[in-house]
Each structure stands twice: as structure tokens, then as C-alpha cells.
């Protein structure tokens, strides 16, 4: 019994030892003021701490007019090595819509449908594995706002 | 959640739809209801984490998402599972192919 306990100990110390790496990071938990920000400014600030951009180096294609607020085709395709993709935009009561955690080799080259209530500009933000921080914009009009449910 | 995941040369392709309201703050009172949207969402395939979202209300209704990774093979298991604001958790698993 003694040594069965002390090996289910070492079992515990073990996975506790997992490279951080490998460890997933919930954004809504651990940067919580991301997502109740009003501004896109304000809400990259919160979440990496630096307005800083290198405007380049991102692909971001959405439709100059969206019909149809309520899903808006956004697609961002980049070769920078990233840690991590956030979209933001300026149309919604909150500018946050989603953040991307990249993995070692992991490609940056995403598909996804937002809501848009009005008329704006979505901001991408990658964050580069070189530390610095790259962006891309588009604004867009849309003709049927999507945030009425 | 619908899955589908194809090997192309190295790389995988998923394309992901979730079943789910995502209904934001605004719409939410009006309906009289609490809000409810994904929050979080990861894929794994051989125990590794390939794709990890943090979201916000402002995805579409019943949003689809493609994403594209390295390092599996024709085969293997790709797990996703989202959880969303009131703790609801969906869990599915697809075959790449």
C-alpha cells in the first residue's frame, strides 16, 4: 500500500510537469476584460498589452458588402510564425469576437462567419512568435444588421 | 457538431459546424432569457491540442469554422469539444480522412 501510494503521487507530479506549451489557455479566463471592452483599441491593449502593429504579413478577406450581418465570411490566412490570432470589430456593443491560440508548427489560416450589427472595420491581430505584433483591417458596409438574434 | 476533416499532402483541413444559438446580450433581453454563446473551443487529435478558440457572442448562429493543422494522418481521431456560457459541453469525434 505505502508504495502504491507513493507511486500514484508521482503519477499526480508528473502530469503537473507538462511543458506550458501544451497547456490550453482559455482567453475568457484569463483576460476577462478582453471581452467587456467597447473599443478595439482598448481590447487589444487588454489583451496584449501594446498598440503597436507591423501592418503587414496578414491576409484578410471578407466581402466589401455583407447582405446579411448576421454572417459575415471572414477569412485570415498568415505564413508569420504566431502565437495566438484575435479578430476584433467596431460595429458591436463589444469589439472581441474571437481568439486563436496557435501551436508550434500550427498554421495560421482560419475560416469562421461573425455578426456585425452596422457598417465597420474588423481588426486582426497576430501575435508573432517573434513577440512583435502584426495587424491587417477591412472595413466593410453591411446592408442588414446581425446582432438582433 | 459536424466534422469533417481531410488530409491534404501534410496538412489537415477541418471544416466544423456547432449547433448553437449563440445568442448575444442584446437579443437575450429582449427574449427575456439568459445569453448563451460558445466560449471556448478545442480540437486533439493523438492527445495533442491542434486548435484552441476563445469566443465571443459575435460568431454567426450556428457557426462554421475551418482551421488547418500539421502532423496527423489519414486515420486518426480529431476530438472536438466547445463549452459555451451557461456550462453546457458538447464533445465529437470524427475520423480524418
Known amino acids: ?149 | 457538431m459536424k466534422i469533417k476533416a481531410k488530409l491534404k499532402g501534410d496538412v489537415t483541413e477541418v471544416k466544423v459546424q456547432a449547433q448553437h444559438e449563440m445568442l448575444p446580450y442584446d437579443a437575450a433581453k429582449k427574449k427575456g432569457i439568459p445569453a448563451n454563446f460558445i466560449t471556448y473551443m478545442t480540437a486533439t487529435v493523438n492527445s495533442k491540442i491542434v486548435f484552441e478558440m476563445s469566443s465571443s457572442q459575435f460568431l454567426s448562429k450556428n457557426p462554421i469554422i475551418k482551421f488547418s493543422f500539421k502532423g496527423a494522418k489519414a486515420g486518426d481521431n480529431i476530438s472536438m469539444t466547445w463549452i459555451d456560457l451557461l456550462g453546457n459541453t458538447v464533445t465529437s469525434d470524427a475520423e480524418i480522412r
Open chain 1, 1 to 149: 500500500m505505502q508504495r502504491r501510494k507513493f507511486l500514484s503521487l508521482g503519477a499526480i507530479a508528473a502530469a503537473a510537469m507538462v511543458p506550458a506549451s501544451l497547456v490550453a489557455e482559455d482567453f475568457r479566463a484569463t483576460k476577462p476584460d478582453v471581452w467587456t471592452s467597447h473599443t478595439v483599441d482598448d481590447s487589444i491593449k487588454k489583451l496584449y498589452g501594446s498598440n503597436t502593429f507591423i501592418a503587414e504579413g496578414i491576409k484578410l478577406t471578407a466581402p466589401d458588402v455583407a447582405s446579411n450581418g448576421g454572417a459575415i465570411p471572414v477569412d485570415v490566412s498568415s505564413d508569420i510564425p504566431a502565437k495566438s490570432v484575435a479578430i476584433f470589430q467596431d460595429a458591436n456593443p463589444e469589439s472581441a469576437v474571437a481568439v486563436f491560440t496557435v501551436r508550434e508548427g500550427g498554421i495560421v489560416d482560419y475560416s469562421l462567419k461573425i455578426k456585425m450589427r452596422t457598417s465597420g472595420t474588423i481588426t486582426v491581430v497576430l501575435e508573432g512568435r517573434d513577440g512583435k505584433l502584426y495587424s491587417a483591417t477591412k472595413t466593410l458596409d453591411v446592408a442588414l444588421g446581425g446582432c438582433e438574434g
